[in-house]
């Protein structure tokens, strides 16, 4: 027995110096298995522009097509797996983030519509053409895109967040930050890093050092980007308010109370403007509900999808 116990501790150590010494292919390993155990297998493809990396489930039900906010990427909607397990969950990282890139000659554009065209031609691909579609942050900004020019397709919008409601106020540190021309989403340090997570959450999550580095390392590698993209966002493109009034599709806004990143004030000023729209604000919850809280998201998503289901298939056929 107490070769066994020597046998593991060593096993561990190992494990423990890997993490520190290489701490990116180290934290890629515990993702990649934490993806696989979840019940996800990763793709790739070359579509259009666009070297798409996604996930996806097996699932035989509705499809839900879920879309990461900046500086995110897929693994962000992958903890509520268990709750969304009736569905065939499809989720993309959106180039520049995660493993997907922009992959052909000339500048790359990464404006608000373009993006999600790109995401129409991977569901083209894939031949998805009716979905429920979810999407966080800039991802629900997309989503809001998509909707307005693709609303046949769209069996249900879930908006978890979405940027950016234009017609309230920013947050109070957003406005200092833009007045003095910064990106309030910049992450070019670890303090950068550690005062962005403190914003997204509403308690801080526990993250080890290497993983710190890892995502510094990568969020450094698409600095750039991410700042071409929140301009676009910020100056270029009408709030989702705009692009989703009078929308008839039947819609799940879920905006958290203590949402740091954009004014929890947009939930209701969004559901106002919309046709059919249900607006949950959940207690002591920030800006990345699927992460702080996936279980209850999950459970609060995975409702508002059956009850939909439960309306399509309780309509009389248009052929009797």
């Known amino acids: 027995m107490q070769t066994l116990f020597i046998v593991i501790a060593v096993i561990l150590l190992a494990a423990l110096l890997l993490w ?3 701490p990116g292919t180290t934290t890629s390993l515990i993702i990649n298995s934490g993806i696989r155990v979840l019940g996800f297998s990763q793709h790739r493809a070359q579509i259009g522009d666009t070297k798409f990396r996604w996930l996806e489930t097996s699932t035989k ?3 839900l097509v879920m879309v990461h906010g900046l500086t995110g990427d897929a693994t962000n ?6 709750q969304l397990r009736a569905y065939r969950l499809i989720i993309p990282d959106i180039p520049p983030f995660g493993e997907s890139r922009y992959n052909a000659d ?19 691909h894939l031949g998805v053409d009716k979905f429920y579609l979810a999407g966080n942050s800039m991802g629900g900004y997309i989503s809001g895109d998509y909707a307005s020019n693709h609303p046949d397709k769209i069996l249900g919008l879930l908006l978890l967040s979405p940027g950016a409601v234009k017609s309230v106020s920013f947050a109070s ?6 007045k003095a021309g910064r990106n309030p989403l910049r992450v070019e340090n670890t303090q950068e890093l550690q005062r962005l997570m403190e914003l997204c959450f509403t308690k ?9 580095r890892t995502i510094l390392k990568r969020l450094l590698r698409i600095s750039n980007q991410c700042n071409i993209i929140f301009d676009d966002m910020l100056n270029k493109n009408p709030g989702i308010e705009v692009l989703l009034a009078d929308s008839p599709i039947p819609t799940l806004i879920y905006w958290g109370k203590e949402d740091k990143i954009l004014n929890p004030k947009g939930g209701p000023a969004l559901q106002k403007v919309m046709q059919n729209a249900e607006l949950i604000m959940p207690e002591k919850t920030g800006h990345v509900p699927m992460l702080e809280y996936p279980k209850v998201t999950g459970e609060a998503m995975a409702a508002f999808i059956n009850a939909q289901e439960v309306k399509i298939h309780s309509e009389p056929s248009k052929c009797s």
């Open 204 to 212: 801080q999550p526990f993250v080890p050092e290497p993983i710190k």
């Open 173 to 178: 540190h957003f406005d200092a930050d833009l």
């Open 106 to 124: 000339g500048e790359a554009d990464f404006s608000l519509h373009t993006q999600a065209e790109r995401l129409d031609a991977l569901l083209v």
């Open 20 to 22: 520190f010494v290489f």
């Open 77 to 82: 909607w992958i903890m509520m797996a268990p």
């Open 61 to 63: 039900g509705p499809p």
